[in-house]
């Protein structure tokens, strides 16, 4: 009996890292990439439009996060299995990454040994964790467990992060409002809104708070 072909969606905004894991999939009998997108948004795009089971999401993206993306492609389409890629063994990505719906997360360094395995894991169910984001885990487990405490979900709705995002990159406002295709009133708006709930007073401090999120890499 044949096994079925795991379609998969690969979204990284670098073409030649793009590249390179195209020709480790597509070497599998079992494993076929039918998608590719650029940023976060059109990751978004192409799994609404493409027949994906699995979509293989780069955390550091433009326009929008590989986190950003994983959330809205699990509201948008459940059914679709997500892998996170990452440059960083970071905590902070790692538990944004399983919160916003991936099964596994892979790091960059060692994809050429982990991504087919991780690939596999994810079809079944399971989920894939290097080792240091197992004991990354325990530890945050036992320490929430003795503190009697659960994971806040974010305070910020998607728009704001987005916002977030590109004010940590360096746009004006102006910028952003062409972007997201909204008027600048709009976005000083949304900065006022997101100032005032994070308690914080300058783009230097929701700088560090888009890079403590994952929103941005350091």
Known sequence: MDTPTTRILLADDHALVRQGLRLIID???????VAEAADGAEAVER???????????????PRMTGIQA????????????ILMLSMYDNEQYFFESLKAGASGYVLKSVAD???????????????FLYPGAVAALIRDYLQRDRQGEAMPDSILTPREEEIVKLIAEGHSSREIAETLVISVKTVDRHRANILQKLGMRDRLELTKYAIRAGLVEP
């Open 27 to 33: 070497a599998e009998p079992d494993l076929t990439v």
């Open 47 to 61: 799994a609404s439009e493409k027949e994906v089971d699995l979509a293989i999401l780069d955390i550091a993206m």
């Open 70 to 81: 994983a959330r809205e492609i699990s509201r948008r389409a459940p059914g679709i299995r």
């Open 113 to 127: 040994r982990d991504l087919l395995e991780a690939c596999r894991a994810a079809m079944r169910g399971e989920p």
